[in-house]
């Protein structure tokens, strides 16, 4: 069936460094989304890409979608300490199985001020 | 409802007991999904369910668990005889089904505890 890799699976980075999270997928996907779940809480959508190479830009969170749509990637410019915490994403497989969205194991950031 | 509402939102129960958790989804999302989170981990895949039928059970650890939903909406979560490793946050996410393309709405989780 459908994996969804994801590495690293902890980051410490210093406050204002840069981060990047990458995910990839056994089989070529529909679409890529991406969530954020903040220490206590609930896993929340930040994006979804759907077309090959594409790139999305959300202030200083960059999303890239592999050309082949297999993988992704999620880059964080300048850490700040509201950036903590998990970061999945998710592949919705573009043969329609029946699980539909399959999350990624995850990667923990951890910013230090 | 506003957004997807898990209950209880804590529960602690003695080894052995069999526990029942509840997830109201987001009105009209036809997908509902249960995940499985310990602490300071990933999310583990249980069950997913299209309206009320469940095309994929393979995430469910041991006959102990059990899920069913019905009509189209509330879904409800068992855990037979629960066992010390069973512990964990239990998250459901709904999602709307359209032009091939859906996002998970999760809601808030239940924590389980077995002493």
């Known amino acids: 069936g459908q994996q969804v890799m994801q590495i690293p699976q902890y980051q410490h980075v210093q406050e204002g460094e840069d981060f990047t999270t990458y995910c990839n997928s056994s089989?070529?996907?529909?679409?890529i989304q991406w969530y954020k779940q903040r220490p206590g809480g609930h896993p929340v959508f930040l994006i979804q890409?759907?077309?090959?190479?594409e790139v999305k830009k959300q202030k200083r969170l960059t999303f890239q979608f592999g050309e082949a749509k297999k993988n992704s990637s999620l880059h964080i410019t300048a850490t700040q300490t509201t950036d903590v915490g998990t970061y999945f994403c998710?592949?919705?497989?573009?043969?329609?199985?029946?699980?539909?969205?399959?999350f990624g194991s995850g990667t923990q950031l951890t910013v230090l001020p | 409802g506003a957004g997807v509402s898990q209950s209880p939102s804590n529960k602690v129960t003695e080894k052995g007991k069999d526990v029942e958790l509840r997830c109201d989804p987001i009105?009209?999302?036809?997908?509902l999904y249960w995940y499985r989170q310990s602490l300071g981990q990933g999310l583990e895949f249980l069950i997913y369910?299209?309206?009320?039928?469940?095309?994929?059970k393979s995430g469910l650890p041991s006959d102990r668990f059990s899920a069913e939903r019905t009509g189209g909406s509330v879904s409800t979560l068992t855990i037979q005889r629960t066992q010390q490793e069973d512990s964990a946050v239990y998250l459901c996410?709904?999602?709307?089904?359209?032009?091939?393309?859906?996002?998970?709405?999760f809601g808030q989780g239940t924590r389980l505890t077995v002493v």
């Open positions: 009105s009209g999302h036809t997908a």
């Open positions: 089989t070529t996907l529909s679409n």
């Open positions: 890409l759907v077309k090959s190479g």
């Open positions: 996410a709904s999602s709307l089904v359209r032009g091939g393309l859906q996002t998970a709405f």
């Open positions: 998710a592949g919705l497989d573009k043969s329609g199985s029946a699980r539909q969205l399959t």
């Open positions: 369910f299209q309206g009320n039928s469940a095309p994929d």
